[in-house]
């Protein structure tokens, strides 16, 4: 597989139609009755699901691409790009980091995940922003609660 090869994030925001996700979730549920599940079958299904706009179908891909990397040796590389856009489709986003990280760090021209990169860290920084402002809401809460409550201890000892 070349550094090509890999969908950028992008793709990962194109669910399926139902069909297309069905064809999937059949031929998938068929290889486990019969006890012969294929690492492609499971990939194209975990594929689709975090494709999905269902949060519950994001995690159930993210969960099926995890088996795949502890499973396949010879699939890691995929898995970790896969895992990535997984995880930073469903907002968890320092996970998404770590495992676009441990790609870059093995390909570090790979321009789908250098591009990610990018995304996750634009992500985390307006996650660190927000919260800032939040805790400076916070505080400053805090603060004008505290002067008001001095200010009437001060009024009753007059």
Partial sequence: M???DLPYAVDAESP???EELS???RQFEKEVREDD???????????????SRRKNEQQLGVRLLAEIFRES????RECLY???L?????GEYTHARDYNDQLLQREPNNLQAQNLKKLIEDKLNREGLVGAMIMSGVVGAIAIGGLYIASLFKDKRR
């Fill in 2 to 4: 070349s550094l090509t």
């Fill in 16 to 18: 399926l139609t139902i």
């Fill in 23 to 25: 064809v999937l979730r």
């Fill in 37 to 51: 599940v294929t690492t492609q079958t499971k990939f194209n299904y975990a594929w689709g699901l975090i494709k």
């Fill in 73 to 76: 040796p010879e699939r890691r």
């Fill in 82 to 84: 896969y895992l990535a």
């Fill in 86 to 90: 997984g995880h930073f489709k469903l």
